[in-house]
């Protein structure tokens, strides 16, 4: 992944980067996010952006570097990249949703389980 040398004016670039968080904020199904950021990312971005959220959750679950090494394909350097940023309010925003969507699914298992044993 290579960034072109010639810099985007400062201006222009605060105001696309609040026009794309604003149509991120206001999409409201992951199917469309998912349209938009394939259009937006290369294959190379999208992957390095997925394994560096891959990074986050493994280690916020306590992993090993070499177990994240082994299973996500990435350097240490990238491991230690992202641990460096986890404690970032952005960072800590996602890591609590990942949690509070496993938790919620874990529940959701549990119930139906329950529900399954008692309705039949």
Do not use: C, H
């Amino acid at each position: 992944m290579q960034l072109s040398q010639n810099k985007l004016n400062k201006t222009i670039e605060k105001q696309l980067e609040k026009m794309l968080w604003g149509i991120l904020a206001e999409t409201d199904e992951p199917e469309k996010v998912e349209r938009i950021l394939s259009e937006i990312l290369t294959e190379t971005e999208k992957t390095a952006m997925l394994k560096r959220l891959g990074i986050a959750i493994y280690l916020d679950k306590n992993r090993s570097y070499e177990d994240i090494k082994n299973n996500i394909k990435v350097s240490s350097a990238t491991i230690a990249s992202v641990a460096d940023k986890l404690g970032n309010q952005g960072w800590q925003e996602i890591v609590k949703m990942v949690k509070a969507d496993e938790w919620a699914s874990e529940w959701t298992d549990k119930l139906s389980k329950k529900f399954k044993r008692i309705f039949g």
